[in-house]
């Protein structure tokens, strides 16, 4: 595509191609973390501005902050149920702040401005690896949510209502962080190339509402995942009778 | 643009799996308990504090409302009551002063009819006095005249 004899700046776009670096015998996507870790240092600084001076009465970013505490309390409570949601909301609410400023940060900075020698920067969760780390981690604290609260009782929700269940329900075990990685991954990746490829047919006007359905797209997805995560773990500490 | 989807490539792609992924998860874990200490935990007491405070202070005003409600009543029976003996003790002034004035009324008339009776009675003796100092008299004349008449002859 960089071929192209016309190439706007910002229009351009390299798919999987990646910054390398060599750690040890092991190689990393460089882009990634360095998005990632810029993202987070944003939501970190915000998280510290909001909470360095909190008060009974909420002044500026602590609004914000209670508001999203109140929000992700909420989307706990009501997957998880009123028992346990209190252990797993900073995970949930991680994942779904985590997933939110990803994806607005991909979408939102203008990264292009930034060149790089291989690869560029964008949504940290427009990388496979990414949004497989972020299911297998769902995968194991489901896991360890029903095992930790029911012990070995917990595998009774896989012959549960009948045995018959048990084989689909063995499956389901794959196809959640199958389904949540590339529900996510498809998504972001997807709104990123019809943005580019929008901006690079016609730079001008058309590629904003799209922009803005991007944005849309990206939020509701942070929210989808965080709650199929709330979810699963509620499936999992839920009592049988 | 066919290169444009690399699956599967020896170089890159987008199914290009590898070390990425453990540290990437291993971020994510970090930065959740990062964000357990600085944002849920802190926000989470904020809020739940105020929660407390807002409750309480419901409970607490319900139960000073009750209280008032409690004292206005009893302050209303007071009030009835305090009526009612006012109210008695007006009708007992209005009889005491009824009884005072009949008492009053009585002595003086029988006052008036005793010092009247008194007076007639004084009149009486008087008249009778006079009557008599003037049957005396006449008396009198009567002899001297007869006296005179005899002695006379």
């Known amino acids: 595509m960089g071929s192209l004899p016309f190439v706007f700046p910002f229009a351009e776009l390299e798919v999987g191609q990646h910054l390398y670096w060599q750690i040890g015998n092991f190689r990393i996507h460089g882009q990634v973390f360095m998005t990632s870790w810029l993202l987070i240092g944003a939501l970190l600084a915000l998280v510290v501005i909001g909470t360095k001076k909190m008060e009974r009465d909420p002044k500026g970013v602590q609004n914000l902050l209670e508001f999203l505490w109140d929000y992700i309390r909420d989307l706990a409570r009501t997957q998880i149920g009123e028992k346990v949601y209190r252990d797993w909301m900073p995970f949930i609410g991680t994942l779904f702040l985590f997933i939110f400023v990803s994806n607005w940060g991909g979408a939102l900075v203008p990264w292009k401005l930034i060149e790089l020698p291989s690869g560029e920067l964008g949504a940290p969760t427009a990388d496979i690896n990414t949004t497989v780390a972020l299911a297998l981690l769902v995968s194991l604290s489901y896991f360890y949510a029903g095992l930790s609260n029911k012990g070995l009782r917990y595998f009774e929700y896989y012959v549960h209502p009948t045995p018959i269940m048990l084989p689909f329900k063995i499956v389901e075990d794959f196809t959640k962080p199958l389904s949540l990685s590339f529900r996510l991954f498809g998504n972001i990746l997807a709104d990123e190339l019809v943005v580019a490829v929008l901006v690079f047919l016609v730079p001008l006007v058309l590629p904003v509402p799209v922009m803005f359905l991007g944005l849309f797209t990206s939020a509701i997805q942070a929210l989808i995942f965080a709650t199929l995560a709330a979810y699963y773990i509620g499936e999992a500490v839920e009592e049988h009778h | ?153």
Do not use: C, H, W
């Open chain 2, 1 to 153: 643009m066919p290169t444009l989807f690399l699956f599967g490539a020896s170089e890159g792609g987008l199914f290009d799996f590898d070390a990425t992924l453990p540290l990437m998860a291993v971020q994510v874990v970090l930065l959740t308990f990062i964000l357990n200490a600085l944002f849920f935990k802190p926000v989470g007491r904020v809020v739940e504090e105020r929660e407390n405070y807002v409750n309480t202070s419901r409970a607490e005003a319900k139960k000073k409302i009750a209280e008032v409600e409690g004292l206005e009543t009893e302050l209303k029976a007071q009030l009835k009551e305090a009526r009612l003996e006012a109210q008695k003790v007006i009708l007992e002034a209005e009889q005491d002063s009824e009884n005072l004035y009949k008492e009053a009324l009585a002595l003086a008339t029988s006052e008036a009819n005793a010092s009247r009776e008194k007076a007639r009675r004084e009149i009486d003796t008087q008249r009778d006095d006079a009557l008599n100092q003037l049957k005396s008299e006449a008396d009198n004349l009567g002899d001297l005249i007869v006296e005179r008449l005899l002695a006379k002859k």
